[in-house]
């Protein structure tokens, strides 16, 4: 009879602290995935209605049959407000990224988008840093207790300093420390999340 009590209060137990919301998240962005791009992120409670969100990603391909590169490492920590519940609706939040790149003979991306130029991947290599902030809106879905699927966008500022090479893989440095700013889009992710 004892142990019929105990496990029955245990079982309560764990429903109770089930039930009172989650504390924890780890995801993976769909988008970065859809790239070969390695990323995780984790996000944690800091106040009642607010958690911070700090993802991750490394890109480290090159074509097999060009010499095309495409490096990327990238930490984006994020400060989010949630309407309602945390990790459930809406949220809004502000974020910050840090990055160090390594691009070159990409024709993929042909164009002007936003004051870049981005026919000058496709003969030249740039290397450098980049840092930036911005603001971003998003939705998590509950998807099953412990599943989420998140949309989020966001728009912002990025500057970065660099040293163009003359071409894709090696080549004569043809500008040394050189700086750009850019304006728009600088977070898309459709996150699956796993919470504790």
């Known amino acids: 009879m004892k142990l019929k009590v105990l496990v029955i209060s245990l079982a309560a137990l764990l429903i109770g602290s089930a039930a009172k919301g989650q504390d924890f998240a780890i995801k993976t962005n769909l988008l ?9 992120g984790v996000e944690f409670p800091i106040a009642p209605k607010w958690t911070m969100d700090i993802s991750g990603n490394y890109n480290g391909w090159s074509k097999q049959d060009s010499k095309a590169r495409w490096r990327v490492l990238m930490v984006q920590p ?8 945390r990790f459930a609706g809406h949220f809004v939040a502000i974020n910050a990224l840090a990055q160090k790149y390594n691009i070159g003979g990409i024709n993929e991306f042909g164009g002007k988008l ?14 450098g840093l980049a840092a930036g902030v911005g603001l971003a809106y998003g939705y998590a879905i509950p998807l099953a207790t412990h599943w989420n699927l998140e949309l989020e966008a ?18 004569k440095q043809v500008a040394d420390n050189e700086t750009h700013n850019y304006f728009g889009p600088t977070k898309a992710a459709i996150n699956v999340v796993y919470l504790f």
């Open 32 to 40: 970065y995935d859809a790239t070969r791009t390695v990323n995780a």
């Open 78 to 85: 994020e400060a989010r407000y949630w309407f309602c519940n």
């Open 114 to 127: 936003l004051g870049t130029d981005f026919n000058l991947l496709k003969n030249n290599r740039f290397q």
């Open 154 to 171: 966001g728009l912002g500022y990025v500057h970065t300093w660099y040293d163009q090479y003359q071409c894709k893989s090696c080549g």
